[in-house]
C-alpha cells in the first residue's frame, strides 16, 4: 500500500528553482534514505511532504489526504496530511522551557486532544523505548544531543503518525552519539515504521534503507536499493558522491 505519493512536485525560492518536478512513492513499513550533496533539495523535498514548504506545482497524497499544490493550499487538506506524519528535525527543535516528558506530551495533548493522564502514560512509555526512562523530569538544556534527539524521536511517535520524516537526523551530533540515535531508527525500522529520512550515514543506508534516492540539482537521478545503489550506480555523479562520502 502507498502510503506516500507524490507527483510532479515544484518548489522555488524567488529566483532560485529548488525541486524541478519530484515524483516519489513510498509504501507502508518501507525505509527511504534520500542522499545527495548539499543544496540539491533534499531537505526541501521532505519538508514539502508535510507542507512546512508550500510547493508551487505538482501534487501531494499522504495516506489518501491529498492535495494539489498549484492552487492556494486548503487548510484542511494540510491538516489532514500533517495528522498522518511526523518530522524529526536536525536541531531537534524541543521547547526549552518543558521537561522531555513534557515535550512529548505536548503533541497528543493539544493536538490529538488526549487527556493529560494518558498523554503521561504514553510519553513514559514512548521515553522508554528509545531509552530515556530515567530522564522524563529533564529539561533539554540537561540532556546530550543524542538525548534530545531521542526525546524528538519519542515526541514523533506520539502523534502515531504513518510516516516519519527525518532531516539529517544525526548531522548536528558529535560523531561518538550517532550510533545511539541510529540504533534507535533502526528499531523504528525493524518494527515497520514507513520512514523518509535525509542523512549522509552511509552505513545505516546500506543496513537498513529498503531504497535510496538520490538527488542532485532539484531532481531524483537516480534511486534503487543499497545493494545495487552501493555497489553499482548507473550515474557517474552519484558515483562520485559516494567516493567522497565513502
Ligand atoms: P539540501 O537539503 O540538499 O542541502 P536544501 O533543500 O536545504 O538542500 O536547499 C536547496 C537550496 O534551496 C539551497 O540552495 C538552499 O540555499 C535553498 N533554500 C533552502 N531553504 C531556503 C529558504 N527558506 N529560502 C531561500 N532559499 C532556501
Do not use: W
Not at 107 to 120: D, E, N, T
Not at 141 to 146: C, D, E, Q, R, V
Not at 219 to 236: D, M, N, R, W
Amino acid at each position: 500500500m502507498t502510503i506516500v505519493s507524490v507527483r510532479g512536485l515544484c518548489k522555488r525560492f524567488g529566483d532560485l528553482e529548488v525541486l524541478k518536478g519530484i515524483d516519489l512513492d513510498v509504501e507502508r513499513g518501507e525505509v527511504v534514505v534520500v542522499m545527495g550533496p548539499s543544496g540539491s533539495g533534499k531537505t526541501t523535498l521532505i519538508r514539502c511532504l508535510n507542507l512546512l514548504e508550500s510547493p508551487e506545482a505538482g501534487s501531494v497524497s499522504v495516506c489518501g489526504a491529498g492535495l494539489d499544490c498549484g492552487a492556494a493550499l486548503s487548510k484542511r487538506a494540510v491538516r489532514d496530511i500533517r495528522r498522518h506524519t511526523a518530522m524529526v528535525f536536525q536541531q531537534f527543535n524541543l521547547f526549552p522551557h518543558m521537561t522531555a516528558l513534557q515535550n512529548v506530551m505536548e503533541g497528543p495533548v493539544s493536538v490529538r486532544g488526549l487527556p493529560r493522564a494518558q498523554a503521561a502514560d504514553l510519553g513514559r512509555r514512548l521515553l522508554g523505548r528509545v531509552g530515556l526512562g530515567d530522564k522524563y523530569d529533564c529539561y533539554p538544556a540537561k540532556l546530550s544531543g543524542g538525548q534530545k534527539q531521542r526525546v524528538a524521536i519519542a515526541r514523533a511517535l506520539a502523534m502515531e503518525p504513518e510516516v516519519i520524516l527525518f532531516d539529517e537526523p544525526t548531522s548536528a551530533l558529535d560523531p561518538e552519539l550517532h550510533a545511539e540515535v541510529l540504533q534507535v531508527m533502526r528499531e523504528l525500522a525493524r518494527e515497520g515504521m514507513t520512514m523518509v529520512v535525509v542523512t549522509h550515514e552511509t552505513a545505516f543506508a546500506r543496513e537498513v534503507a529498503d531504497r535510496v534516492v538520490f538527488m542532485d540539482g532539484g531532481t531524483v537521478i537516480e534511486q534503487g536499493p543499497p545493494s545495487s545503489f552501493f555497489t553499482k550506480p548507473a550515474h557517474p555523479r552519484v558515483r562520485t558522491f559516494l567516493q567522497l562520502v565513502a
